[in-house]
């Protein structure tokens, strides 16, 4: 059985979102991570930096789901209302 780590430290916190946080996903090259909110948007953030370098708006309802190709280059979100968006991975277009 592995060593659990009692306590750790955060290393960032990540404050954009007008509302709770549904879904994350880290890119593959562990540079950017994508949070899906119930603002109906969409971040892309710099996690070494923790800025934003995208608000991805396409949604009508709260994103409840997120996935990333293995490559990085498809960001796939889903919402309540079963709508499913594809996007370009590095740049949210």
Not at 73 to 81: E, K, P, T
Request: aromatic fraction near 6%; avoid cysteine; hydrophobic fraction near 40%.
């Amino acid at each position: 059985m592995s060593q659990l780590i009692p306590s750790t430290t955060p290393v960032r916190t990540f404050e954009d979102h007008v509302d709770i946080v549904l879904a994350l996903a880290v890119f593959p090259h562990r540079r950017q991570m994508v949070t899906g909110s119930n603002d109906n948007t969409l971040r892309l953030w710099d996690l070494e930096t923790g800025v934003v370098l995208k608000k991805m708006e396409g949604h009508s309802s709260g994103v409840r789901a997120l996935a990333i190709s293995r490559a990085g280059q498809i960001i796939a979100s889903g919402d309540w209302s079963g709508e499913v968006i594809a996007w370009h991975g590095e740049n949210g277009l």
